[in-house]
């Protein structure tokens, strides 16, 4: 692996920043739905949850991202998102989240490859591809693109369930820095299936995300957009 510029290195420290503005703040990942169901009542269930999302969801995205920061077409790379993910209510989610990552990263990193996809999807491309390009755009590699995706996967639920619990943040910050090896597992993964094409891609299901966003959709009142 080519040795990363302290210019790139900052630039994926912004894209992963929580606070970049990209929207995923609003949205838990399935966390709402799970702790309502009882199935994420302390930091143990949460390190259970995010390790199945991470080996699940989080491979796929991380695959997806990959491979856009690789080079290959993101409308292929669009297509692809949709056909692994069967949840209408995950597709919405999915392109309104691309849109808003796009909004902030051409105007982070300006690029026409961007320009070229926002274009061709005026209503949000999925964001696991639009990261991948926001990714390419700041320098990056597949394999950034793909640590970006699977931390966002983990801390995302992470962040809302201190919010559902009142979960004490050291404890949440804790599960994510145990499962700091396997992300890293995850990312590779991914970025080598990204080098041998869309066909290679990973297509991991979680159908209980799945179902439980579904129904997660149709509530009158919600902490979380997803």
Known sequence: MPRRSAGSRAALLVLADGRF????????????????????????DLAAFCRGRLHTAGLTAAALAAAAAHGLDPLELDAAADARTPSPALRATARKLGRQMMRAARTTWPSPELDALAAARPRGAHQPVVLGLAARAAGLGPEDAAHCA?????????TAVVRLLSLDPFQATGVLARLAPEMDQVAERAAHAARRGIDALPAASAPLLDITAEAHAAWPVRLFAS
């Open 150 to 158: 699977v931390y966002e996967c983990v801390s995302g639920p992470a």
């Open 21 to 44: 503005p990209a929207g995923g703040h609003a949205h838990s990942g399935g966390a709402e739905a799970a702790v309502k169901a009882g199935r994420i009542r302390d930091h143990r």
